[in-house]
């Protein structure tokens, strides 16, 4: 059993979440961003459909990416180069999560349903999400969004719509952390796509460890602007 959460319930420990579902640790709740920021302060995150109570996740081990590992193979080094894409951040948000949304496969759903869009585009609004947004030929053609505390980034889902749109968002998203010495992006489960870009997955309590040194630095909430990067080689 897991424990139902009023709207002023705090979250239970971490190492309480369960292992089969893996990471599953309450149920309830909200969606405000107060609730948003306090789970990703604690390493929780909000996964559910939308016919579902909501579900906070904590899973052992977690999948991140530090910047400085991000792995550009050559094909995507040869369309970052060649600057196919143009990067734009916190342009349309509310369209990037929508994008994330679409069906995937025939009769697929999505956990990131009206309710999801709502709450992510409040904090969207504070300052605290963001979306990093391929363009080409005046098309939103790929992306990503996700949450940035301190100087650390919680990545929630990225679309793409032409080769490596997707991941070209993900590789000046993870230059520009470098640059502003941003120390993990979450990618919270384990997917063999994340892990070819250099993803790799971690003890839940080194990915605590790290956290709670990373979000002490103060938030800078505002809209992003990237500087301009350059892949050679």
């Given at each position: 059993m897991i424990p139902l959460l009023h709207d002023d319930t705090p979250f239970p420990p971490v190492a309480s979440a369960l292992r089969a579902p893996n990471g599953l640790l309450a149920a309830g709740g909200n969606l405000t961003a107060a609730r948003l920021l306090d789970a990703y302060r604690h390493g929780i995150f909000p996964w559910f459909n939308a016919d579902d109570p909501i579900l906070w996740w904590s899973p052992d081990p977690r999948m991140v990416l530090l910047p400085q590992e991000f792995r550009i193979s050559h094909s995507l080094r040869k369309t970052l180069r060649n600057k196919i894409h143009e990067i734009r951040t916190d342009t349309v948000f509310e369209q990037v999560m929508r994008a994330c949304a679409a069906p995937r496969g025939e009769d697929a759903g999505?956990?990131?349903?009206?309710?999801?869009?709502?709450?992510?585009?409040?904090?969207?609004r504070m300052g605290y999400a963001h979306s990093v947004e391929s363009w080409q030929d005046g098309i939103l053609v790929g992306g990503l969004y996700g949450v940035a505390i301190g100087r650390m980034f919680y990545g929630e889902s990225m679309f793409s719509r032409r080769s490596d749109a997707s991941k070209a968002a993900l590789a000046h998203l993870a230059a520009q952390l470098r640059l502003w010495n941003f120390g993990m992006i979450d990618c919270q489960m384990n997917t063999s796509h994340l892990a070819s870009l250099g993803a790799r997955e971690i003890p839940r309590s080194e990915f605590l460890h790290r956290l709670l040194e990373l979000i002490h630095y103060p938030d800078t909430p505002t809209l992003w602007c990237f500087d301009k990067h350059e892949f050679t080689g």
């Amino acid at each position: 059993m897991i424990p139902l959460l009023h709207d002023d319930t705090p979250f239970p420990p971490v190492a309480s979440a369960l292992r089969a579902p893996n990471g599953l640790l309450a149920a309830g709740g909200n969606l405000t961003a107060a609730r948003l920021l306090d789970a990703y302060r604690h390493g929780i995150f909000p996964w559910f459909n939308a016919d579902d109570p909501i579900l906070w996740w904590s899973p052992d081990p977690r999948m991140v990416l530090l910047p400085q590992e991000f792995r550009i193979s050559h094909s995507l080094r040869k369309t970052l180069r060649n600057k196919i894409h143009e990067i734009r951040t916190d342009t349309v948000f509310e369209q990037v999560m929508r994008a994330c949304a679409a069906p995937r496969g025939e009769d697929a759903g999505t956990w990131i349903h009206e309710d999801m869009i709502a709450a992510y585009s409040a904090l969207h609004r504070m300052g605290y999400a963001h979306s990093v947004e391929s363009w080409q030929d005046g098309i939103l053609v790929g992306g990503l969004y996700g949450v940035a505390i301190g100087r650390m980034f919680y990545g929630e889902s990225m679309f793409s719509r032409r080769s490596d749109a997707s991941k070209a968002a993900l590789a000046h998203l993870a230059a520009q952390l470098r640059l502003w010495n941003f120390g993990m992006i979450d990618c919270q489960m384990n997917t063999s796509h994340l892990a070819s870009l250099g993803a790799r997955e971690i003890p839940r309590s080194e990915f605590l460890h790290r956290l709670l040194e990373l979000i002490h630095y103060p938030d800078t909430p505002t809209l992003w602007c990237f500087d301009k990067h350059e892949f050679t080689g």
